[in-house]
């Protein structure tokens, strides 16, 4: 399966079920609570919530992601086997993105063990034929070291901006107090300002021709169904709370300066 049509299935599903949860709960007045601006930190709990964040940031995310791993495995720094550990995975976006990087630079996904870790659980987690693949629904600020000490990359897929100073301070007393057995250790991070409600404006790291040569800035264009922005602004016509401004982010905002980071 291709990239573009994997985001076209997952944009349906998601799209679906998010009329039908609308529906359910009478209106979109909890996706208000997805912002970052001033610090929030949206209620991932809500089926609602994460719903909306798929449509608004997925297709974006996963070309970030999927250039992200695959400038990590042209530098070559690791060895055949990957051991990932996703700290604030979701529903597994980058898990996603990785499996495609591994396809698109003729590797084999069995060579692939996947770990993310969130304190929410998450729907539309899939493993896609990462079959060593496995999602742990717990807090890793009460952890006192990883789960396992052979992890060769270590990723935070946006998460690492939604970390207190606190919480930041101890993931990194976790990972002094692993004994790592590998030589050889690749951190990721794709980073973002959360202060700032620009959404529209985060930058990510990419070719402007986009991953695959099919998901440029254009191309992105045509892929993203004008019609869910359509349907969530008549929700909001019919409810004087509601006032979503719903923009899909677009790889147009991929496609010049860097804002993800390897780093070995």
Known sequence: MSMERFIERKLRKVFRDFQQEADSVGGLCACKDLTYEGGNRPDYKSALVQQYYMLRYFPAYLAEYYLMYKHMLQERFLGESLKVISIGSGCGIDCWGLYFAICDSGGDPKRVNYTGIDIVKWKYQEILHIDNSYFINKDI????????????????????????????????????????????????????????????????????????????????????????????????????????????????????????????
């Not at 959360?194 to 800035?217: N, R």
């Not at 191309?219 to 709370?241: A, D, E, Q, T, W």
């Open 141 to 264: 600020t009460e952890w006192t070291k990883l789960d396992e000490n052979d992890y060769n990359v270590i990723v935070f897929p946006k998460s690492i901006g939604e970390f207190s100073d606190k919480d930041f301070n101890i993931v990194c007393d976790i990972f002094v107090n692993t004994d790592f057995s590998e030589k050889r250790i690749c951190g990721l991070c794709s980073l973002m300002d959360i202060g700032k409600e620009g959404d529209a404006e985060w930058q990510g790291q990419g070719p402007q021709d986009g991953p695959q040569g099919h998901l440029g800035a254009e191309g992105f264009s045509r892929l993203y169904p004008n019609h869910i922005g359509k349907v969530i602004h008549r929700h909001c016509n019919h409810c004087n709370h509601c006032s979503l401004p719903f923009i899909p982010i677009s790889l147009r905002k991929y496609c010049s300066n860097s804002s993800s980071s390897t780093t070995t």
